[in-house]
């Protein structure tokens, strides 16, 4: 059995004795007798070196394919997570990996100073798609939003001066980690220490048409919202909501704004989540599974916003690169051909049946949530210890508020997975009814 690295040499790089790779400097294992398994190497490093940002769950994967991830134990797992949404055509997708490789021969980055083949025609794309008439790419959400925001303060400023440049955002919300972005988001959790934030942002409750009238006003120059709460727990905003917010939007001449970062993109079975719920925004910004893991994020805008930019006013080094949008494009590709979307609301609809049985039978449970491959469901107890349990039994569940299990599979799942999926839940779900009532009876025996 080979024992950390501790026989390297500890001054220069040293290779690690077990798997193989170059450190600098050496690792605490150097000092350690035990043997360090691959995964605890991995998290050792990482402890060293990284800023203490993540709380992750005690699994390193090595590799992918369609809806399954490997360990480094060749463990196999069922990813009902997708990278958090972004792998919707799952790992290792042979068409995207063909179309990378292809591209990566080519020409990777050029600089936003040149014009490059795939931009234009993905941005065409995507205005086909929607119906919206212009696109800025970015390289993630958070910058997507970052850009709708700029976009929607100018227009502002050009309608009515300075004064014409609130916000209005929901309670419960989340935008991203960029100071833009976290000014909008609703959520103290991820606020508090950063303060302060951009001035001048009202926040209403999701659903709550009054407060809505109350705060928006000709000093708007943008609502925000998403259509479908993500991180906030898998909470949809009301039709009735959203006609409001469209309503008032036109009346102050203020731009609505749809992050559809989590929920778009095919996630409800529509290639925009507005589509869905037939409400149309003036700007939109997507991101997660448009480049199918290469980092690619877009604001797209209808052109009476779209017109208040003008060069240099906004702009990126790395966004809308001809890897990433050649992906993109094969990415919509892959999703018309595949007849994803119908998978998605196909599939979709039995997980949130199958939820649901869960609901109705087991007490940790509370309802289901959200539709197509973007559901939540509710438990009245915490959620970690369920996923923890689920990396035990071989199927990733993610977690969300703290009490929603939160499901944003590949679009290529399929019954017989979510049957898994809901095999492994109610063992889970069943210890837990047991633990409960068994700890209720302990309540009531000692009363
Ligand atoms: C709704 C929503 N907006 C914005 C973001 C931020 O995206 P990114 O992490 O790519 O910056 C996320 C990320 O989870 C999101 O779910």
Not at 294 to 311: C, D, N, Q, R, Y
Not at 375 to 391: F, H, K
Request: hydrophobic share 40%.
């Amino acid at each position: 059995m080979v024992s950390g690295f501790r026989d390297s040499p500890v001054t220069t790089a040293s290779v690690c004795g077990f798997c193989g790779s170059r450190r600098y400097p050496p690792s605490a294992a150097t000092f350690y007798n035990e043997p360090m398994s691959r995964l605890h190497h991995i998290a050792d490093m990482e402890k060293r070196f990284l800023l203490p940002t993540y709380n992750r769950y005690p699994v390193a994967f090595e590799r992918g394919k369609g809806v399954f991830l490997y360990d480094f134990e060749g463990k196999k797992y069922l990813d009902f997570v997708a990278g958090l949404g972004v792998n919707a055509l799952g790992h290792a997708h042979p068409r995207i990996v063909k179309t990378i490789r292809e591209q990566a021969a080519r020409v990777i980055h050029l600089s936003n100073l040149y014009y490059n083949e795939y931009q234009g025609q993905l941005a065409e794309r995507l205005c086909q798609l929607s119906g919206f008439d212009r696109v800025f790419f970015s390289n993630s959400g958070t910058e997507a939003m970052e850009g709708a925001i700029k976009l929607a303060r100018l227009a502002g400023h050009k309608a009515g001066g300075a004064a014409k440049s609130q916000l209005v955002a929901l309670e419960g919300s989340y935008h991203g980690r960029t100071f833009g972005s976290l000014s909008l988001t609703g959520q103290d959790k991820y606020r508090k220490g950063f303060e302060p934030l951009l001035e001048n942002v009202t926040f209403v409750a999701q659903n709550n048409v009054e407060a809505l009238h109350a705060a928006v006003n000709a000093n708007t120059c943008a609502i925000v919202l998403e259509p479908i709460f993500g991180e906030g727990g898998i909470l949809e905003c009301s039709e009735d909501f959203l006609r409001a917010c469209r309503t008032l939007a036109d009346q102050h001449h203020a731009a609505l704004i749809f992050d559809e970062i989590q929920c778009g993109l095919g996630r409800t079975g529509h290639y925009f989540a507005f589509q869905t719920f037939d409400v149309v925004p003036d700007i939109v910004a997507i991101a997660k599974p448009i480049a199918a893991g290469v980092p690619l994020g877009a604001f797209l805008s209808k052109e009476h916003f779209a017109s208040a930019i003008s060069p240099g006013q906004h702009g990126t080094t790395f966004g809308g690169g001809p890897l990433a949008c050649r992906v993109g494009l094969e990415y919509l590709a892959i999703v018309e051909e595949e007849r994803l979307l119908e998978n998605v609301a196909k599939v979709g609809g039995y997980l949130h049946q199958q939820l649901q049985g869960l609901v109705d039978k087991y007490a940790a449970t509370r309802e289901v949530r959200g539709r197509g491959f973007i559901q939540g469901l509710v438990l009245d107890i915490p959620a970690r210890p369920l996923v923890e349990q689920g990396l035990a039994e071989g199927v990733l569940f993610n977690v969300t508020q703290d009490t929603v299990l939160r499901f944003l599979p590949p679009f290529l799942l399929e019954e017989k997975h979510v049957d898994k999926g809901i095999r492994v839940l109610k063992k889970l779900l069943g210890k837990k009814r047991k633990k409960a009532r068994s700890a209720l009876s302990e309540v009531a025996t000692a009363s």
